[in-house]
């Protein structure tokens, strides 16, 4: 079938190659034409595993085309997806939906058949209806259908992700439909193979497919807030995070996502969907929610100050003048994004208390260069370490967990790693020389 994908972010521009790759004829749109450009040479303008040489296979077949043109998106197929951006407003709380209202209006003004428009940005609860009520009054002759189907996916297992996603989430508008959503019959096109490999698809209402999204990553953002406050405890008893994680893991009621403990949650996501949430659920009055959340976010952001107070420890009590090596700007492993980035927050802290900084990242350097420019950025792991009075592992790339402590105690100059990932061998390092510290991670362990 054909669709249209609006946005070619990094939800926008994986959901229009994974359509494309499950046979669809997709056009991708955007008013940046550079990316437009890019795209449609076959370049991704972001780092995602495995994507680039699909985008490039679907070019080349025919089936994938990106545009800057509206008026040859409405025309194009009947189907509109919408995955626009919704950050957070000035106010650091409030989804922004600027972007998505603007989509959205342009779209439906040139809208000429029936259509069904699917949102999947992630959006508080009761967007959607406003939207659809909005649209219907401004273009009063668009024959529409708006449904809401959020995305699940991760940065760094988009393919995966998206191919072969857990669960289809479908809100549908069900006073008006009546059982009879168009919008539930394309979507069942749109997703046959899936559906067909067993992947289970939710039909809702509007308000439930938005707040599970939202949801799903409070909870995510729980777990690991949960772990990294149990971690604390950890230390105070001498027991091992890690083993611990396994222990819960192993429940199958439990699992063992999220359970990694040590500097936080970052990324262009959890934060502020956390944070979003948190403020929809203050201004509805379910206090409970507002609290539970406003703790989870208080207990990641608390985390940042423990690994910096880690660091000060392991320079001697000061941080003034000292050479700190970080490892690590991405939010996250198999990822070039920065976004609210708990790698270069703490790396900014320890900075600010008269620190020499030196940041590396295999693939997030040119980002973090933009978002942090007064941090030094060393482009080999080499480089970022020589002298160094301590280095923090701050993402949890595997290269970093590979590295050889023999190699790097030529470089440094007192062999001291704070691990903020609980990611290394804490036993190979410390048979090595080095006094390896991390969040849950006590010095017997
Ligand atoms: C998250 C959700 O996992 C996706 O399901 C969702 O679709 C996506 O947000 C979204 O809303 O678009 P993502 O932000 O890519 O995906 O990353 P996660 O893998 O969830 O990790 C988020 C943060 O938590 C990262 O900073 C990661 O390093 C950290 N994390 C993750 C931990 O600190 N400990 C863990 O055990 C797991």
């Avoid at 992947?199 to 953002?221: G, I, Q, R, W």
């Avoid at 942090?372 to 790339?397: G, K, M, R």
């Amino acid at each position: 079938m054909r669709c249209t994908v609006f946005g070619t972010g990094y939800l926008g521009t994986t959901h229009a190659i994974c359509m494309a790759e499950l046979g669809h004829h997709v056009l991708g749109v955007d008013t940046d034409p550079g990316k437009i450009t890019k795209l449609s040479s076959g370049q991704l303008p972001f780092y995602e595993p495995d994507l680039e040489p699909l985008l490039r296979r679907n070019l080349a077949v025919g089936r994938l085309h990106f545009t800057t043109s509206y008026p040859d998106a409405a025309q194009f197929a009947d189907l509109h997806i919408l995955t626009v951006g919704t950050p957070s407003a000035a106010d650091g709380h409030t989804a922004d939906l600027t972007d998505l209202y603007a989509v959205a209006n342009q779209l439906a003004a040139l809208i000429e058949r029936p259509a069904v428009i699917l949102g999947k940005s992630t959006v508080p609860a009761g967007t959607a209806a406003r939207l659809a009520a909005h649209l219907r009054e401004q273009s009063p002759t668009c024959d529409f259908e708006l449904a809401w189907n959020p995305e699940f996916l991760r940065e760094g297992h988009a393919l995966q992700d998206a191919l072969r996603p857990d669960r289809i989430v479908l809100g549908v508008d069900m006073e008006r439909t009546l059982g009879r959503s168009r919008a539930e019959q394309q979507a069942r096109h749109l997703y046959a193979d899936q559906l067909k490999a067993g992947v289970p698809l939710v039909v809702t209402n509007l308000e439930t497919a938005e707040l599970a999204k939202m949801a799903a990553n409070a909870y995510l953002a729980t777990k690991i807030s949960f772990i990294n406050a149990i971690s604390d405890l950890c230390e105070g008893v001498g027991a091992d995070v890690r083993a611990l994680a396994d222990i819960l893991g192993h429940d199958p009621r439990i699992g063992r996502f999220g359970l990694d403990a040590g500097i936080g949650f970052g990324g262009g996501c959890l934060p502020k969907d956390l944070r979003a949430l948190a403020k929809q659920a203050g201004e509805l009055g379910a206090v409970d929610a507002a609290m539970l959340l406003r703790e989870v976010e208080q207990i990641n952001l608390h985390r940042r100050v423990r690994v910096v107070d880690l660091a000060r420890q392991a320079c001697g009590g000061s941080l003034r003048a000292a050479h700190v090596a970080v490892l690590g700007a991405a939010f996250k492993a198999e990822s070039d994004d920065v976004r609210d980035s708990p790698a270069l927050h703490v790396s900014a802290a320890i900075q600010q208390h008269g620190a020499f900084v030196t940041v590396y990242d295999p693939k997030a350097l040119d980002n973090a260069r933009q978002s942090y420019p007064t941090l030094t950025f060393a482009t080999t792991i080499t480089h970022a370490c020589e002298n160094a009075d301590v280095v923090l592992v701050l993402t949890e790339w595997e290269q970093f967990a590979a590295l050889n402590p023999d190699e790097l105690t030529r470089l440094v100059r007192n062999r001291s790693i704070i691990d903020g990932r609980s990611s290394l061998d804490s036993t190979r390092w410390r048979e090595a020389g080095w006094a390896y510290r991390a969040p849950g991670i006590p010095k017997t362990c």
